[in-house]
């Protein structure tokens, strides 16, 4: 039962990541908080599948790499994964949680929807998923690749509380969200690879 205040450790996060109010860190906040819309991630992937499937030359080009092949199912896999911010839709309007007032935080941008959980925080996770499997530039590590989305999607839940539009306890639900997707999707398109492996042997053994 998620309650409709803020739990204790909601508080003390808030309090501690807004102790310091600055302008140029509202300004950062702001920017980060921009580049992690979900509606921003939704539009970045659809680019992604029309450059990766239509001009897979001018991927190589211009120094991008791939972590699979280019194939239908890349394409479904992305199409699923940005599916997953529907979640939060479905979430928001079961649990119904108001975002955090006046008096208990620092509130510096307004939101209309409800809080619980961080849409923000749930598409950062599937976008940096989908970053890292889809789109690598030749000239970064995956070590370095990797390390880079993980301190985006953490920046986007630091921008959530600081700009005081969301509680702790709702990113880390975004957070848990994204990755249980992650996992339904991944897991879901194995299963349908064995199946069609299945399928296909038992054609050929019956041919």
Not at 2 to 30: C, E, R
Not at 65 to 71: F, K, P, Y
Not at 126 to 149: D, Q
Not at 182 to 205: C, E, I, M, N, Y
Request: proline fraction near 4%; include cysteine.
């Amino acid at each position: 039962m998620i309650p409709a205040g803020p739990y204790a450790f909601d508080l003390t996060v808030t309090h501690a990541l807004q102790a310091s109010q600055l302008t140029w860190l509202n300004g950062m906040a702001k920017i980060i908080t921009f580049v992690g819309l979900p509606e921003l991630a939704a539009a970045i992937s659809l680019v992604i599948i029309i450059w990766w499937f239509s001009a897979p030359w001018l991927v190589k080009l211009a120094g991008y790499g791939t972590g699979a092949r280019r194939r239908p199912e890349q394409a479904v896999r992305l199409l699923f994964l940005m599916l997953g911010n529907a979640l939060t839709l479905i979430i928001k309007h079961l649990v119904e949680r108001p975002r955090p007032s006046a008096d208990l935080a620092h509130v510096l941008v307004r939101e209309t929807s409800t809080s619980f959980p961080s849409g923000h925080a749930l598409g950062a996770v599937i976008t940096a998923a989908a970053l890292w499997c889809f789109l690598r530039p030749r000239f970064v590590s995956r070590r370095r690749w990797t390390a880079g989305l993980v301190l985006f999607v953490l920046a986007v839940g630091w921008s959530r509380i600081y700009l005081g539009v969301h509680w702790a306890s709702d990113v880390l639900a975004g957070y848990f969200f994204g990755g249980l997707w992650l996992v339904v999707v991944w897991s879901g398109l194995a299963w349908s690879r064995r199946q069609r492996r299945a399928d296909d042997f038992s054609t050929s053994k019956k041919s």
